[in-house]
């Protein structure tokens, strides 16, 4: 195929015809189809159904400390439990507390702690003027959602290949005291499937912040979640990477099982330095008294150990890897050559990440939505859903049924052939005029 | 018996030398009995194990609305469970929100973000010169606990036979606008037993706050924990007083299943007018995608429907209501007639408060814990843990198996009566002296 660049005004009318006359024909199938969110779909979910079998109404339910599960106390976590997270997340157990369902929900408490009561003993953000985050995009909107929430203005910060921009990751953060914080998923990250190299997560953990407070923000979610055997992405351990370089307390690090075993019915879990933890616990145990510990025997008891878990991995990859590699094949297919969109192929996590020729990404999307398939709003994936370039856009594949998904596809991808045609002849139009 | 204040000094010289004898013979035992908290014991835990087996790896995870309770959101809860929890509390079932785990981590977030966003349209706390919350003494340490955290001045207010002093409260709050809530456990009080009257609820829900964004935190935990059938503390609902009396927002009513089902593993809410639910699902969509909805479920097909979490609770109460009545005999068995302390007989909830000759509660206490039983710490009810009468002990029944409770007990009074012998031999000295 030829780029659409290359075409002529007649050519691209001609196309246009053809394309919208296709374009007509997807409408009158009246499809409903969702690409919009990382949901993990019914044939992921009942992966785990054994762990509805793991309790009885005879089983114990102590842990291994001889703590009874279903009573009251224990706030950081059962020690099978941490010991189960710890290996997931490559830390020591004894360097993370267990939360609830949510990691979401344990971010927004560390924001609001911060907000309310300062980082070790350092002034509350609610009692600054002004405070900054920087959020690597296009990156996951409900982030930069929580900062937005509390008033903090979010500094877009470009993702590259191998992760953040650290040149200027390293220098805003040098020069400007009011920067608390980054948003980060380090591995597979949301959207762009990209991980951070090693020598960006050594920047990373040798940055020399103007504050004290300042935290990596470093959102793990897709740490075991690769949709390849021998093809994976591995990434440096950021707690250990900041104790060499000597910066031990600049990480929180955040993880869930929410899309190992039931998003909503996971154990979430932060992991920090000794000196980190010590100052949320002072929070933590006015807040609650404890998390679900049945929940976090159950998952013990169903996955056994890391083991067992990345041996569930494997077959999550082999639900979504099928899909991953459709949506990739599709795209190759129906705009290879044609110089009018790229995408990445990421060897694990939840999204592929789009670029359209810049200005057509919120056409594309309701183009698609017009049609009968929802995509994640243009924009989401930059703070306030405000994308300067309106280039970005991402696809999710796991959620809908895989039949379901080669037809979603095709229709994005004659969107954006239509789009990408409107939008060279009211280019060519205004050259004309002006 | 005789009132030991009528006891010569050598009648009382000869009582010391003998209840210090009975003291040594009771230390000697090596006791490790555990009175400090409000937990279920382990036959009570074991009521709700069908809860294990109402799933099983072939179970339909859908709720009535079609939703697989096993993904992502869900922001307020399943219908049925909100259903469920609804007639728990009183409330139609889209006047609340279901949450995780945790009613105590509910009145936490409602605090901190009071704190961060304020109360539909009014400053945030965080941006005031003072804010002060009244707390209903003897009442709840965890909820003093954080008011406390978050800079809050505590001020008590006297709980009387029919709930707190309600001249008092209206006062302070009619000319205080920095006054911003109260905390309320308006049935079966902790630690009094007590329960609101009509009257009390009603003058409740009619308050004239300085302040706009006041709230009644009312915190029902006991609502239908009853220790007998017939004999049942009832109080108004509040939510509904409120609406009468032209007050609709004025209160945040907060439950769980705490002691229904499983301490740390149940399913918490809270109930308010249709405004402040908008006001606090601004915050919720940030916070998180959802809560566990299988547990949501989990509750539903145990319980059924409310008729079958109140038949559950009876058999709590055949467990509870024999530890109650122990506790309150060998109390009148042991200090009856002596007029060295007064205690509650509670028709439901988790605790029995006793009152001891003022400044006598933090020694009888600690000679409690040098004999190997163990108290709440005497003034925990009390903000800052600070009481200056030094006289209320809260005991807390439910733990203990009943053989052991039996002993405790009797150490317990014995500790009453050592310490107020000695108590009324120092004051004889002191007078003799002056």
Not at 199 to 212: F, G, I, N, S, W
Request: aromatic share 8%; glycine share 6%.
């Amino acid at each position: 195929m030829k780029p659409y660049a290359e075409l002529t005004k007649e050519e691209l009318l001609a196309l246009r015809n053809q394309l919208r006359a296709e374009y007509k024909r997807m409408q009158a199938k009246n499809l409903t189809l969702n690409m919009s969110r990382g949901n993990p779909c019914t044939e992921q979910l009942d992966l785990s159904m054994g762990m509805m079998d793991v309790m009885s109404s005879s089983s114990d339910m102590t842990c291994e400390d001889g703590t009874d599960c279903r009573n009251y106390g224990v706030l950081c976590g059962i020690p099978e439990a941490q010991e189960l997270m710890g290996d997931m997340m490559e830390v020591p157990y004894d360097h993370l507390i267990l939360y609830g369902n949510s990691s979401l929900n344990v971010m927004y408490d560390t924001i609001s702690r911060s907000y309310s009561h300062g980082v070790m003993g350092n002034t509350p953000w609610c009692k600054l003027d002004k405070v900054k985050f920087l959020c690597v995009v296009p990156g996951y909107d409900r982030h930069f959602a929580i900062t937005e929430y509390f008033g903090i203005e979010n500094i877009p910060v470009p993702m590259l290949e191998d992760g953040p921009d650290m040149d200027l990751v390293e220098k805003l953060v040098a020069e400007d005291e009011a920067i608390k914080g980054i948003w980060c998923v380090p591995k597979y990250s949301n959207p762009s499937g990209n991980s951070y190299s090693d020598e960006t997560v050594r920047r990373m953990a040798r940055l020399k912040p103007a504050a004290k407070d300042f935290r990596l923000y470093w959102d793990n979610a897709y740490s075991i979640h690769h949709l390849y055997d021998h093809d994976q992405d591995n990434i440096l351990e950021i707690l250990a990477e900041c104790k060499r370089a000597g910066n031990p307390d600049l990480a929180y690090k955040f993880a869930s099982t929410s899309k190992i075993s039931f998003p909503g019915s996971g154990v979430a879990a932060l992991a920090a330095s000794l000196n980190n933890l010590e100052d949320i616990k002072k929070q933590l145990k006015i807040q609650t008294i404890g998390h679900d510990k049945v929940n976090q025997l159950r998952h013990v008891r169903f996955f056994k150990d890391i083991h067992g878990m990345v041996e569930h991995m494997r077959k999550h990859a082999n639900i979504l890897r099928p899909k991953f590699e459709l949506v990739e094949n599709t795209l190759e297919e129906e705009l290879g050559g044609l110089e009018i969109g790229t995408w990445t192929k990421p060897k694990g996590g939840y999204f592929i990440c789009f670029w359209s020729i810049p200005g057509c990404a919120k056409k594309i999307v309701s183009y698609c939505a017009k049609a009968g398939v929802i995509m994640t709003p243009a924009g989401a994936t930059y703070p306030g859903g405000k994308e300067p370039q309106d280039s970005t856009i991402r696809i999710a594949p796991s959620f809908p049924p895989i039949e379901d998904l080669g037809i979603a596809v095709k229709l994005f991808a004659l969107c954006v052939k239509l789009v990408s045609v409107e939008h060279i002849l009211e280019e060519m139009e205004k050259t004309e005029k002006a």
